[in-house]
Every structure is written in structure tokens, then in C-alpha cells.
């Protein structure tokens, strides 16, 4: 048997911590699991009345043929950055509940609190779409810090080395909820 994990990072900027991340967890995947990351730069926002866009069809796919998500949350302002937020509308507009019960697990880089607060409010919204959130691995990571290389990555730093194994920790998790 082999899984899709499908990653979803709300940053979009071309160094991201947060996508660093999820490259991260995809190496450090179990065997037999696969991460997918989603490409939403090309997302516009959402509205009722607008046609969905290619960037939004594609995404759909992605999330029908998932059997879990992987959230990298960058926090904005003390709260979800709404590239990551405006993917999760699209979808949740979409017939079919398609995120409701399957497993999801949060990560995130930022500053002084590691997207602590931005997590929680993404938790929030991963209420109502149903989807099964883990509580445990948290990973809080320090943006700032050598747990970074310069192009987003997770470094080789005792820091970034620190980190992956909390990663690891995570996928793992996930991957064992999925079943
Ligand atoms: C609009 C904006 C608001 C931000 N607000 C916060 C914040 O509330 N808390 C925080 O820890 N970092 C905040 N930051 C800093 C981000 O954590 C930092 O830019 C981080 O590197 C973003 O993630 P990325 O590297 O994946 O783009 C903010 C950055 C931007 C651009």
C-alpha cells in the first residue's frame, strides 16, 4: 500500500521557513508514505460568484486523492496567513466535505512563539472542515534562527538537526493515523 500526504504552506515567498518545512517532512517521510506539496501561489481569492480557476481545480484533485494533510502555517499579524486560509475556503466550498476525517497535522516557523497563536486559530478552522487534527507532536520553529539555512531550508546546525528530528516525529504520527 503507499499514501499521499498532501503539504500546504501559507507562505509564498520564494525563501520560506515554512516550505523549508514541509521539504523537510518529505524527506523524512516512512516508507510507503509520499508528500505532495500544493502549489497555491496562483490561488486568487476566493469569492461565491467568481469561476473557479485552474490553481483551484488542481487543488481540489490534490485533496480528493490525499489521505492526509500536512498544514505549515506562517503566523501573520498573531494569526493563519491567508494564502494558507484562502486554500482551505476554495476547497471547503467544494460538494462533499472533502477534508472531513481525514488526519491533518500543524507545523510552522516564525518568530519569539514559533506561530504558537496562528496554529491555534488554524485549529479553530480545522473544526469545521472536520478535518482529524493531531494534538501532539507541536512544532513551534524558530525562523530566525541557525535552524535555518538562507534559502528556507532546515539547516545541518545542531538547531536544524534538532528540529528535523521534531519533524520526523511529526510525519510519523501522522502517517500512523492514516493507518
Ligand atoms: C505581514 C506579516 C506579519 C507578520 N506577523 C508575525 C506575527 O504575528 N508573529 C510572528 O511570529 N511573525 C510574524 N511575521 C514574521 C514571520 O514570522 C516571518 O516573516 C516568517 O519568516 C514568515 O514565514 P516564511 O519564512 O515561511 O515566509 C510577520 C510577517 C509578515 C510578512
Not at 518545512?21 to 461565491?48: K, N
Not at 467568481?50 to 498573531?78: G, H, M, W
Request: charged content about 20%.
Amino acid at each position: 500500500m503507499s499514501f499521499t500526504i498532501l503539504g500546504i504552506c501559507g507562505s509564498l515567498r520564494k525563501a520560506s521557513r515554512n516550505m523549508g518545512l514541509l521539504r523537510c517532512a518529505r524527506e523524512e517521510m516512512p516508507a510507503g508514505y509520499t508528500l505532495v506539496i500544493a502549489d497555491i501561489s496562483e490561488l486568487p481569492l476566493f469569492a461565491e460568484d467568481r469561476a473557479k480557476p485552474q490553481a483551484a481545480i488542481t487543488l481540489i484533485e490534490q485533496v480528493k486523492s490525499a489521505d492526509a494533510f500536512l498544514l505549515a502555517c506562517p503566523e501573520y499579524n498573531y494569526s493563519v496567513a491567508p494564502a494558507l486560509k484562502n486554500a482551505l475556503d476554495w476547497v471547503s466550498r467544494e460538494a462533499g466535505a472533502l477534508f472531513a476525517g481525514k488526519p491533518a497535522a500543524i507545523l510552522g516557523a516564525g518568530g519569539g512563539m514559533g506561530t504558537a497563536r496562528a496554529q491555534y486559530h488554524l485549529r479553530q478552522t480545522c473544526v469545521y472542515l472536520d478535518l482529524r487534527v493531531l494534538n501532539k507532536p507541536e512544532v513551534f520553529a524558530q525562523a530566525f534562527s541557525p535552524a535555518f539555512a538562507e534559502n528556507g531550508d532546515v539547516s545541518a546546525a545542531p538547531e536544524g538537526q534538532v528540529l528535523r528530528g521534531r519533524i520526523r516525529e511529526l510525519a510519523e504520527t501522522l502517517c500512523r493515523a492514516i493507518g
